[in-house]
């Protein structure tokens, strides 16, 4: 599976933006998908996921009420629309991919990466 992140941009604290992660190579219907993000000088933190069918979401407690993970499987993309953006949301986002699903979806092992997408929310 590849997997191209894309959407990244500035844009200006309080505004919106919308990611999406196209797949390649293998369809993703079955894969479960999240989103990670990594800023300048830390540690890649988990963002969203959601599961293959669409029926599960999860975010992290930094971006609830948010951001808002979706897929359209026939198109073979997952999106992430970023609201309210604020300068601590500035990062490289990555989208990944994985098989497993259960309670921590932060905590599951990924297995495909996409190459990233830079986002930049100025204040």
């Known amino acids: 599976v590849q997997l191209q992140a894309s959407g990244g941009g500035l844009v200006q604290a309080g505004g919106s933006l919308r990611l999406s992660c196209a797949a390649s190579?293998?369809?993703?219907?079955?894969?479960?998908m999240g989103w990670f993000r990594q800023a300048p000088g830390k540690e890649r933190e988990f963002v969203a996921a959601i599961r293959w069918s669409g029926s599960t979401t999860y975010y992290a407690d930094s971006v609830k009420g948010r951001c808002t993970i979706s897929r359209d499987n026939a198109k073979n993309t997952v999106y992430l629309q970023m609201n309210n953006l604020n300068p601590e949301d500035t990062a490289v986002y990555y989208c990944a991919s994985t098989l497993a699903w259960g309670l921590n979806p932060p905590g599951l092992k990924y297995d495909y990466w996409g190459q990233g997408t830079l986002v930049t929310v100025s204040s």
């Open positions: 190579g293998r369809t993703v219907v079955s894969y479960n």
